[in-house]
C-alpha cells in the first residue's frame, strides 16, 4: 500500500510540474532548446542517486479512461519495487500441510505454493488440473505414467506463477498484485475425495480435504484480512472450483470470517454429460464415457458434492453434481465461468480424436453440434466468456490475455465482473456500462474467432490460418456454403473474419 502511495504522490509531483510547464509555454512562449547532455552509466547514475525517469501518459485521464491510468501507476509502483528492493522474488514456494493426515494419493504430503503479497487483501487461490482415475487398475497405471499428479516426491521448491498467477502487471493486469496460492493436483478425485489411505484402499482420495486445510492454514498469513478470495482452477480444477466454492465460502463464514467474499473463477472445467460420437467399452480414463467415470469414481473416492446441488437427486445420483450445467444453478457464490465452445478434452472424452487426418462428416457434425449444446447450456450464465476456439485451459496461459470475445479480452471481462461485485450480487444484473461480463461466441465452427490460440500443422509443425485448419479438418467450403445460402468466396471471407 506504502508502495502505490508513493507512486501516486510521484505521479501527481509530475502532474503538477506538467500543468506548470503547460502555463509557464503559454505565459512566455516556447524556451530555448537546452544542450543535450549525455546521460552516465547506468553505475555512474546509480552512484550519483540520479532517478530513473518514468513515462506516464496524463492524457489518459483527461479522456475519463481511469482504467489505463491506473494500469499504468500499477506498472510504475512495479518499476519503483526493485529500486527499493533488488532481491524481490517473483516465485511461490512451496509449503506443506500442517496436517500430516490431509495426504496426496500416495500417502506424501500435501501442499501448497505461495507468493505473499504484503498490503493486499485480494487472495487468488488456483486448483491444478490433471484429468482423473476411478479404479485401482487406471490408478496404477497413473501412478506409473503421471506421478506427479499423485504423490508430492519430485515436486520444486518453487514456482513460478503464469497468466492469471503472474506478478507481472504486463501479463496478469488486474491481479498482478493479489496475494497467489497454487494447490498442486495430487489426488486424482477432480478435487472431490474424502477418503484416507487403508488396508482396502491403496491410494487416498482427498481433495476437498486438501483444499480445507489450505484455507485454514491461510487464516494464519493473512486471508484473516482479506475482503476478496477468488478460488480458481483449470479442467479438473476449474470443475473442482464448481464443486468446492460455495463449502470455502461456509468454512469461512463458520471460523468468524463473515467479511471475505468468496468468488468462483471455473476454467475448461464445464463438461458435458452427452453422449458419445461413439460408445466405447469403459475401460481406461480417455474411453470411458464421463457420466460412467464419475459414477465409478465419486464411490472410489468417496467423494463430496455441494450439499444443496446435492439435494435436487435421488440418492446414488449426486454424480450429476459433477457437470456444470447441473451444478452452477445451486451455487451461492458467484462464479465466472471460461470455456472453449469446442474443449479438447470434452471431444477425447466424446472419442472425437483429433490426430490430424482430415474428419469424417460424422464427425464434423458432432463437433459442430457440441458448439451448440455447450452454447446452449451457457446462455443463462451471467458471467461467462466462450470463445470458438479449438483448445483446452486459459486462464495461466501465456496468450491469455490474446483472446477475445466480441471484442473484449478475458482480463478485461474479469475486471468488469469484480467490478460488478462490488455488492457481491451473483445475478450481476447491473454491470458497469461499457464492461460486458456474458461474452459468448456465436460463430459455428472451431476456431471461427481470429483470436483464437494459433493452431499447428501435428505433421510439419506449421501454423495454420483458420482456414487452412479447417481446410485440413475435411472442411468442404462448397457445401458449406450452400447450406448457408452464401457464396463460397463471401463464406470464407466471413471465416477470415471471425464473422
Known amino acids: 500500500m506504502k508502495l502505490l502511495q508513493s507512486a501516486f504522490l510521484l505521479v501527481f509531483v509530475q502532474f503538477g510540474s506538467l500543468e506548470g510547464r503547460k502555463g509557464w509555454r503559454s505565459g512566455r512562449g516556447n524556451p ?7 546521460a552516465p552509466p547506468t553505475r555512474d547514475r546509480a552512484e550519483a542517486g540520479v532517478e530513473e525517469s518514468f513515462s506516464l501518459d496524463f492524457t489518459a485521464v483527461g479522456e475519463g479512461n481511469m482504467d489505463d491510468f491506473m494500469t499504468q501507476i500499477k506498472n510504475l509502483a512495479q518499476s519503483l519495487y526493485p529500486c527499493s528492493s533488488p532481491n524481490i522474488k517473483h516465485e511461490m514456494r512451496f509449503h506443506s500441510l500442517e496436517n500430516t493426515s490431509v495426504v496426496c494419493n500416495d500417502g506424501t504430503p500435501a501442499g501448497y505454493y505461495l507468493k505473499e503479497s504484503k498490503g493486499s487483501k485480494r487472495w487468488l487461490i488456483f486448483l491444478e488440473g490433471g484429468w482423473y482415475c476411478f479404479n485401482k487398475e487406471n490408478c496404477d497405471t497413473r501412478y506409473d505414467t503421471m506421478r506427479r499428479l499423485m504423490s508430492s516426491t ?11 498467477l503472474s506478478s507481472q502487471p504486463e501479463e496478469n493486469p488486474h491481479w498482478w498484485n493479489a496475494n497467489m496460492v497454487f494447490i498442486p493436483y495430487c489426488s486424482s478425485d477432480v478435487w472431490s475425495g474424502a477418503s484416507m489411505k ?8 482427498m481433495g476437498s480435504l486438501i483444499i480445507k486445510e489450505v484455507v485454514k492454514e491461510l487464516l494464519t498469513k493473512g486471508l484473516d484480512n482479506a475482503k476478496v478470495l477468488l478460488l480458481a482452477g483449470s479442467s479438473a480444477g476449474g470443475t473442482g472450483v464448481l464443486l468446492n466454492v460455495d463449502r470455502v465460502a461456509e468454512q469461512l463464514q463458520e471460523m468468524g470470517h463473515k467479511g471475505i467474499q468468496v468468488r468462483g473463477l471455473s476454467d475448461s472445467g464445464w463438461f458435458l454429460d452427452n453422449k458419445q460420437y461413439r460408445r466405447t467399452d469403459c475401460v481406461d480414463t480417455i474411453s470411458c464415457a464421463p457420466t460412467e467415470a464419475i459414477k465409478i469414481g465419486i464411490k472410489y473416492w468417496n467423494g463430496v458434492v455441494p450439499e444443496r446441488c446435492k439435494q435436487q437427486f435421488r440418492e446414488g445420483e449426486e454424480w450429476n453434481c459433477f457437470f456444470g450445467y447441473k451444478v452452477y444453478p445451486a451455487l451461492q457464490s458467484p462464479v465466472f465461468v471460461v470455456q ?24 464434423w457434425l458432432y463437433i459442430q453440434n457440441l458448439g451448440r449444446e455447450l452454447r446452449n447450456t451457457l446462455k443463462d450464465v ?10 483446452h485451459e486459459a486462464i495461466t496461459r501465456s496468450y491469455w490475455m490474446d483472446i477475445q470475445v466480441k471484442g473484449t479480452s478475458l482480463p478485461r471481462a474479469l475486471h468488469c465482473w469484480d467490478r460488478s461485485l462490488h455488492d457481491n450480487n451473483k445475478n450481476n444484473k447491473n454491470p458497469p456500462k461499457g464492461c460486458p461480463v ?12 481470429p483470436t483464437c490460440p494459433t493452431i499447428r500443422d501435428q505433421f510439419t509443425g506449421q501454423e495454420m490460418n483458420v482456414i487452412q485448419f479447417l481446410m485440413h ?10 447450406q448457408q445460402g452464401v457464396e463460397p468466396s463471401k463464406l470464407l471471407g466471413m471465416l477470415s473474419s471471425g464473422s
Open 32 to 38: 530555448q532548446p537546452r544542450r543535450a547532455q549525455q
Open 154 to 164: 519430485g515436486w520444486t521448491k518453487t514456482k513460478i506463477g503464469t497468466g492469471i
Open 198 to 205: 487403508s488396508d482396502k484402499s491403496d491410494y487416498a482420495f
Open 340 to 363: 472453449w465452445l469446442f474443449d479438447e478434452a470434452q471431444l477425447t472424452l466424446d472419442n472425437i480424436h483429433l490426430t490430424g487426418q482430415p474428419v469424417q462428416e460424422g464427425q
Open 382 to 391: 451471467p458471467a461467462m466468456f466462450a470463445p470458438a476456439c479449438l483448445s
Open 438 to 449: 456474458h461474452l459468448i461466441d456465436s460463430c459455428p465452427w472451431p476456431h471461427c474467432n
Open 473 to 482: 479438418m475435411g472442411f468442404d467450403v462448397q457445401k458449406m456454403a450452400q
